[in-house]
Structure formats: structure tokens, C-alpha cells
């Protein structure tokens, strides 16, 4: 992960790709929050993501195990179907612990997939966040959980229409609950003071 520079991101559905992220059984889960490629840098990188995940109460996998499995993205930047870079869980203040504690009684959570093909270049961050429920609910999505887990973004942001289509057809935990997205994807530009 390193910034590419020029560009905020390019829209995967032009170079062939998705919003959507690969959940299995042919759903998938909308990539709703994308961190600009004119951000500082030094965000742009692992570290740097993981850096401001902690800035903002998330941390790591739950001593580091990856239980759900790996989900994979199309950015349209030439890579095809690639596995997700990392996935950070709201850690409830605790970055040492807090992450076994989401996956009990449920929180927020996020999938980061990097535009880098050499397709569309953008170093751009496409977030995949949602707000689950507890283990004993199978961690499904809350109502409204993929615009609940959106919102808590507030830094300088810039809503985007037009790139996932409103509703629940295609999505992970919505055609079988009826749990919709509202079709919004918010770009973040942050940058390093």
C-alpha cells in the first residue's frame, strides 16, 4: 500500500469491477467509505490505515486470528479479485483486547481493499463497513448496519451517489433480511498536519 498520487480514486465499475465485495452464495457487501488517494501519504500506507483505524477506536483482528475468512473486491484496476488487505474491528477502547470483545457482543468493522492495478492506479483506500451483531445473532448485519457503520466516518468527507445502487438486491444480509444500503459511498481525504 503506497500512494499513487493525482487522483481520489478511480470507479471500479468502469475498468470491469464492483462496489461490492465478494460475501459468498453470490451477495456481496457494499464498499461504502473510500479513503482518498490524495490523502497525506503516510495514511495511504498499512501502517498508516491501521494508524488512523486506532485514531478512531479500532484495532487488529482479535489476537491477530481471521475466523470469518477472507473477502475479496474488484477495484477495476486490473488486479481481478483480490483478497482484502486487512479487516479492523471497533476495539471499545481496548486496542489490546477490545476486538475479541466486538466479535462477542457485535460493533462496527471494516475491510480495506487498495486500488493499485496498474488499471487505475489511485492508492485509494475502498472500505467495506458495517456494523454487526453479536456472535449469538451468527454476526449479521444490524438494520441499517452497512449506513450506520458508514456514518461514524466524520472527518472531512464528501458523500457520492451513483456509484452502488440503493437497496438490498445483491447484498450480503439483505435479500434474505431485508437489510438495505442507501447507495451513499463517502470519500475521505485525510491528510497529516
Known amino acids: ?3 499513487r498520487g493525482g487522483v481520489a480514486y478511480y470507479n471500479p465499475t468502469a475498468g470491469g469491477g464492483s462496489m461490492l465485495i465478494d460475501a459468498g452464495d453470490g451477495y456481496g457487501e457494499p464498499m461504502n467509505v473510500i479513503m482518498s488517494g490524495l490523502s497525506s501519504p503516510d495514511v495511504l500506507t498499512l501502517h498508516g490505515a491501521i494508524n488512523f483505524a486506532r485514531a478512531i477506536g479500532f484495532s487488529e483482528e ?3 486470528i481471521q475466523l470469518g475468512g477472507y473477502m475479496s473486491a474488484d477495484l477495476g484496476d486490473g488486479n481481478g479479485w483480490v483478497n482484502q488487505t486487512i479487516e479492523l474491528r471497533q476495539d471499545y477502547g481496548n486496542t489490546g ?3 475479541c470483545l466486538e ?3 457485535g460493533g462496527n468493522h471494516f475491510r480495506i481493499f487498495v486500488q ?3 488499471a487505475a492506479e489511485s492508492g485509494a483506500l475502498f472500505l467495506a463497513v458495517s456494523q454487526e451483531e453479536p456472535i449469538s445473532e451468527h454476526h ?3 438494520p441499517d448496519g452497512y449506513d450506520i457503520g458508514r456514518v461514524k466516518y466524520n472527518t472531512t468527507a464528501q458523500n457520492i451517489t451513483g456509484l452502488l445502487a440503493a437497496g438490498a438486491d445483491g447484498i450480503n444480509h439483505g435479500s434474505l433480511s431485508g437489510i438495505a444500503q442507501d447507495g451513499i459511498v463517502t470519500l475521505l481525504t485525510v491528510t497529516i498536519g
Do not use: A, E, K, P
Request: net charge negative; charged share 15%; hydrophobic share 35%.
Open 1 to 3: 500500500m503506497d500512494r
Open 62 to 64: 482479535c489476537f491477530g
Open 140 to 142: 449479521d448485519i444490524v
Open 97 to 99: 483486547g477490545g476486538t
Open 103 to 105: 466479535s462477542l457482543i
Open 116 to 118: 493499485n492495478g496498474t
